[in-house]
């Protein structure tokens, strides 16, 4: 089984920097695409940055400048760096990832979901 575990999530003044960390655990063979999405009560989950396995990377228009997404080198791990923090960052944020298996069977995984408030 696979699975996605999040951290980093909390409080922040705006303006302030947060950084989320996903480790994706379990029986991998490898990962390609990871992504951070947010969903806000009410709205649709909205994609906020992706990465593929060879590092290409690409940002909703909202967060482009402020938001950074990375892997680490073993690319188990993406992280989502964000800065200038606003109160409409306000979301929960969760990781997905495109995941094979050691039994060569892809799927698409999501991790339970951090909370990221930003205070005016």
């Known amino acids: 089984q696979v699975q996605l575990v999040e951290s980093g999530g909390g409080l922040v003044q705006a303006g302030g920097s947060l950084r989320l960390s996903c480790a994706a655990t379990?029986?991998?063979?490898?990962?390609?695409?990871m992504a951070w999405y947010r969903q806000c009560p009410g709205k649709q989950r909205e994609l906020v940055a992706g990465?593929?396995?060879?590092?290409?990377?690409n940002y909703a228009d909202s967060v482009k400048g402020r938001f950074t997404i990375s892997r680490d080198n073993a690319k188990t791990t993406v992280y989502l760096q964000m800065n200038s923090l606003k109160p409409e960052d306000t979301a929960v944020y969760y990781c997905?990832?495109?995941?094979?298996?050691?039994?060569?069977?892809?799927?698409?995984?999501w991790g339970q979901g951090t909370q990221v408030t930003v205070s005016s």
């Open positions: 990465i593929t396995s060879g590092g290409s990377t």
């Open positions: 997905n990832a495109d995941v094979t298996s050691m039994k060569r069977i892809v799927f698409d995984v």
């Open positions: 379990g029986s991998i063979f490898s990962i390609n695409a």
